[in-house]
Nanobody, 124 residues
Framework: QVQLVESGGGSVQPGGSLRLSCAASGGTFINLAMGWFRQAPGKARDFVAAITWTGGSTYYADSVKGRFTCSRDNARKQAYLQMNSLKPEDTAVYYC?????????????????WGQGTQVTVSS
């Protein structure tokens, strides 16, 4: 069983930056693809970014391309989401997720393991 714990959320002004971390325990981290999703109040949980187990490939939602960067450190069993040029519409609860296998990384239903979420608020 894989456990995921996110950290790094908070409040920031538009144009600011935050770095989210996701610490994994249990399972075999090096075999896990890692994804990031977000859910704003009253909305569905949407795909944000994902990274393959090697870190060789990353995927991003169109709304965050060029602003967010997904990375991982397999030795530390951590995944990261660097968020720059934040906008008010980025406000949401951000969730880290994990799955075995290297396909369907943008599909929420394909992820087996989820963190508890961390709040990101972008407001002036």
């Amino acid at each position: 069983q894989v456990q995921l714990v996110e950290s790094g959320g908070g409040s920031v002004q538009p144009g600011g930056s935050l770095r989210l971390s996701c610490a994994a325990s249990g399972g075999t981290f090096i075999n896990l693809a890692m994804g990031w999703f977000r859910q704003a109040p009253g909305k569905a949980r949407d795909f944000v970014a994902a990274i393959t187990w090697t870190g060789g490939s990353t995927y991003y939602a169109d709304s965050v391309k060029g602003r967010f960067t997904c990375s991982r450190d397999n030795a530390r069993k951590q995944a990261y989401l660097q968020m720059n040029s934040l906008k008010p519409e980025d406000t949401a609860v951000y969730y880290c997720a994990a799955k075995y296998g290297g396909v369907w990384l943008t599909e929420r239903s394909r992820y087996n393991y989820w963190g508890q979420g961390t709040q990101v608020t972008v407001s002036s």
